[in-house]
């Protein structure tokens, strides 16, 4: 069974269309998050997200919101996609109390 | 200043090498220290982690941390083709923050 699982693995778009990438854990964290990783393998947080209180990274564009339906899922959507914002966003959870990050398999973006 | 940094390679060394990764950090309140493997369109896993300063071990992998010098190290000995991956340090007071990941390659 896989613990943190994103949908789709592959995405390809034109600018400025709107688009959602969904992220499912089943390992019982409370907190997940969201992040960002360019082509020089940087991976630069964007969210965390918890059932009490959602972090945004300041240097995220507005056209990024999580939502947030449940305590096992947290969906990224994007507005108005530009080219910068090819890239591969990986979501990952961890427990209030825990010291390590799931991360899941990625989601490739690319923004033609 | 980034609150952590590590050198991003490329390192290329013969199958069996000793191979040192490091990452420095400017954070004093940095508590946990954490080391990611990510193979090649894969996510990040955790390998290991330490609290505080000290050595951990685990099997070919040793996670060493000096908080007085703000510098953390992984050695793997005994390297193998299998462990070539990019390599990412992490460390976390109350936020996640990553190093910019080192890719090794293992040589047969």
């Known amino acids: 069974d896989t613990a943190v699982s994103q949908t789709p693995k592959y995405l390809v778009t034109q600018m400025g269309n709107d688009k959602s990438i969904k992220c499912e854990q089943n390992l019982g964290h409370d907190t997940m998050y969201w992040y960002k990783q360019d082509s020089k393998k940087f991976l630069k947080i964007m969210f965390s997200?918890?059932?009490?209180?959602?972090?945004i990274n300041e240097t995220v564009p507005n056209r990024f919101s999580p939502k947030s339906p449940d305590k096992a899922h947290l969906n990224l959507h994007i507005n108005s996609l530009e080219l910068g914002d090819s890239a591969v966003y990986f979501c990952?959870?961890?427990?209030?109390?825990?010291?390590?990050?799931?991360f899941g398999p990625g989601t490739r973006l690319t923004v033609l | 200043q980034k609150e952590v940094e590590q050198d991003p390679g490329p390192l290329s060394v013969p199958e069996g090498a000793i191979v040192s990764l490091n990452c420095t950090y400017s954070?004093?309140?940095?508590?946990?220290f954490m080391w990611y493997r990510q193979y090649s369109r894969k996510g990040p896993e955790l390998l290991m982690y330490t609290y505080s300063s000290g050595n951990k071990e685990d099997g070919r992998f040793t996670a060493q941390v000096d908080k007085s010098s703000k510098y953390i190290s992984l050695f793997i000995r005994d390297s193998q083709p299998s462990d070539s991956a990019t390599y990412l340090c992490?460390?976390?007071?109350?936020?996640?923050?990553f190093g910019t990941g080192t890719s090794l390659t293992v040589i047969p």
């Open positions: 992490a460390m976390t007071g109350n936020q996640f923050y």
């Open positions: 997200y918890n059932n009490k209180e959602l972090i």
């Open positions: 990952a959870s961890t427990s209030g109390g825990g010291i390590g990050q799931f």
């Open positions: 954070n004093s309140a940095f508590q946990y």
